[in-house]
């Protein structure tokens, strides 16, 4: 049984898993709490992590029906992420795994999204058994990546963005047109009453070899057709028809480059995760242009999108299980840590 910790940006979470099941994933999101600064204060992230991180471990062995003495390993994310917010999983998982005599895994944020979507079911757990060379996307408020999942435990990394995340749009966007922060979720909703079709914005990079992603472009267009059309914003029909136009500038992209290099590397499957793969216009039209492709897709549960430490127990166990190594209990955090390939 193992205890694992995430604490990388704005969720606390704690979560114990057994045999690639979930027995239990509490999360406590810190969205209220930086809403009024329109994005995450790494301060406050860090001060809210140390208050829950305690009673959110205990619920989690509490659902779990275990004790502290029944764990055999601990783990928590190492990097990427925000350095105070980081440290408070990563110490308080040694500071267990020291006191209770049990092994250490520092997990790396985006490796455990790599394998998110195989998490399924009522009763989630993780079907490796299925498993498959992949082409993985990962989009969330930091971070846009495709990987690819040679096999279990061995990826590349293709391509990220350059500048904003595909969330980080969404969310500047959405600043711009007054929703509260995040506003990805909001722009879902509205963009569903909205024609996509009403204003056509830049697909940033989308016909380029490469797998890289940019969406800095995307939010300056948008930022500078508010500004000649500043009445636009008193029309909430309008602001449905940007929603949507915006946000099928940016599906279009992550939607056509996932495809590209699952075609190009000749991989029978696609999956997806992070918190922008919530997005319903994004899943409907990834889900379509597989089908049309021939390839299986593997989505993310969207409680399992979103930063959760279920992903990074489910890593660690197969980790330890495959000897894939332990982190020393000196080990420190890497804020800065990118997802080198693993051959
Ligand atoms: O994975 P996540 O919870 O946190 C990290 O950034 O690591 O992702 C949050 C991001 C935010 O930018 C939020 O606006 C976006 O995911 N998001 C969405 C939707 N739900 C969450 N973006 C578009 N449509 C959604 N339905
Ligand atoms: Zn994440």
Redesign the pocket.
């Known amino acids: 049984m193992l205890l694992a910790f995430e604490t990388?940006?704005?969720?606390t979470s704690a979560a114990v898993v057994h045999h690639g099941q979930v027995l239990s994933n509490v999360v406590a999101s810190q969205i209220a709490l930086h809403a009024e600064y329109g994005g995450v204060v790494p301060e406050l992230a860090a001060r809210a992590h140390l208050q829950n991180l305690v009673p959110i471990a205990h619920a989690a062995l509490r659902q779990a029906q275990a004790g502290p003495e029944r764990l055999d390993a601990v783990a928590a994310t190492q990097g990427p992420g925000l350095p105070s917010a980081l440290m408070v999983g990563f110490k308080a998982a040694q500071a267990l795994a020291f006191v209770l005599r049990r092994p250490f895994l520092g997990i790396h944020h985006h490796e455990a999204h790599l394998y998110s979507p195989w998490i399924k079911g009522t009763s989630p757990a993780a079907d490796f058994s299925a498993f498959q060379p992949n082409v993985s996307l990962i989009a969330?408020?930091?971070?846009t990546l495709l990987v690819h999942v040679r096999a279990e435990l061995k990826h590349r990394l293709l391509g990220s963005t350059v500048d904003d995340?595909?969330?980080?749009c969404?969310?500047k966007v959405?600043k711009l047109l007054g929703l509260p922060y995040?506003?990805?979720?909001e722009?879902?909703r509205l963009a569903e009453h909205g024609n996509p079709k009403a204003f056509h914005f830049p697909r940033p990079m989308l016909n380029e070899a490469h797998d890289d992603f940019s969406f800095s472009g995307l939010k300056t267009s948008v930022r500078y057709f508010l500004r000649d059309h500043p009445a636009v914003l008193k029309d909430a029909q309008i602001i449905g028809d940007l929603c949507a136009s915006v946000?099928a500038a940016i599906v279009e992209v992550l939607v056509d480059k996932t495809i590209r290099a699952a075609r190009r590397l000749k991989v029978g499957c696609v999956t997806a995760s992070?918190?922008?793969i919530?997005?319903?216009a994004?899943r409907r039209d990834l889900l379509q242009a597989c089908e049309r492709e021939g390839f299986k897709l593997l989505l993310a549960e969207k409680s399992l999108?979103?930063?959760n430490a279920a992903m990074i127990g489910i890593l660690a166990e197969r980790k330890l299980k495959s000897c894939a190594g332990q982190t020393s209990l000196d080990a420190d955090i890497s804020p800065d840590w990118l997802l080198a390939g693993q051959e």
């Open positions: 990388s940006c704005d969720e969330s408020g930091g971070h995340a595909a969330g980080e969404f969310d959405g995040p506003a990805g979720p722009m879902d946000q992070g918190g922008v919530c997005n319903r994004l999108c979103t930063d």
